[in-house]
């Protein structure tokens, strides 16, 4: 029996829609949503493509040869996902056109004997590799992105047993190229960090299957450990008894089509022909909630699956951190120092908006508004964060509001910070009482001249934040 398909993505021309319209309809309430008319000035749509509206395979195999990128096999199933491996692009490129020339030599009595795996090209980190080559921009809609903004100028978890230099760029990003001929497909998943994402066809068509979080239970075995791989498949009924009631929306996107993904979507997507896409991954303050949970169900699971060596164990907590980092890319206190870093630039951005002058004044600024929003979606997480027991002062994370501001990568992160700001709300200069730039005026901001600032524990972030948000 096949799935139930009771619903569609609405489609929205992104010309006609606002930011804020975007925030109040799709990021706010956490719904898919496609947009289109956004890539028109994209150099990938015509560097990428071909006359005929094909991968220009040719392109990336002059332009990026010795890039190694990674590379899954769509028929072989590893763990959770499917296999990968790692390759230059001018091997997958070989290897695509190889399988392209089959493919046509085949006729209808042939065409199951595909001797060649079906490669599909994920997680390519293309604008880190290659920054000066503008390939595209990204639409307005989703330049709140604090988790690539934060991994440009520093690491999510710091730790060799971790980090390694061959996964210094694995690690770096989560802006992304995909490449994957027709049949090529992705099991069914909920993104990284419970983020947003988008997903943008530079060419080809996309089919994605997608499941409300309020459903995301019925694809979970009865221990809640494992989920269904391809809802396509034979789903066993003992193992999965939910699955057969979950409610599916399908999508089918198109070439230059953009489609949101939000929250905790569990999704499958199925490349109807060959296929180049772009997709990041984001979170900000809307979505911050959804991060946190994740950590602490992560966390709660890292914990269990130790649970019978606490009594021996030196330093319980310390492993399960370790373990947390190790499975999903970071632990509470590389999550705490991350909102603290955030929280302090955009404290340092709402000084530096409102200089000398007066609070009602900034107030009304919806920059400044954002800002102190983002304050209070921060402060939300601090307070349950705080509200868990065991997660004490510790040395693991220790922010200290003078060494940071004598930190080049914190001041970037400032000044991308109110780049974007200003981008989003079209930010005029005279919304600034400080005549001066950011950079120089950094230092001297008054609120912050002369104090320091230490968080170690949630709670402190918590108080950080109420001060601030009395007096400012
Ligand atoms: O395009 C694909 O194959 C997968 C993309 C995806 O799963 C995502 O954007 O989260």
Redesign the pocket.
Known sequence: MGIKIEGKIEKVNGLELSYDDFVKRYMEKNQPVVLTGLTDQWRACTDWVTSNGKPNLQFFATHFPKSTVQVADCGTREFTDQKRVQMSVSKFVDQWVQGSVQEEGSNASTKDVRDKPLL?LKDWHLVKEYPEYTAYTTPLFFCDDWLNLYLDNYRMHKDSDVYSDSNEICCSDYRFV?M?EKGS??PL?A?VFRSY?W?ANVCGK?RWLFLSPSQSHLVFDRNMKSSVYNIFDEVSETKFPGFKKAIWLECIQEPNEIIF?PSGWY?Q?H?LEDTI?I?HNWFNGYNLCWVWDLLLKDYNEAKEYIEDIKDICDDFEGLCQRNLAANTGMNFYDFLIFLARLCFANLVQICHLRGDGERSVCSMSPVAQQLTSNLVSIQKIALKMNSLEGLTKTHKSHFNSSETLSNPEFIKLCMVLEKTYGVIYSQQTSDYHSKRSLVDDIRDLDIIKGHTFEVSTPEDLAKLIDHFIRIL
Do not use: A, F, I, Q
């Open positions: 599909y995909y994957g497909w992705t998943h993104d994402s997903s996309k993904v999704h997507v490349n896409s997709n």
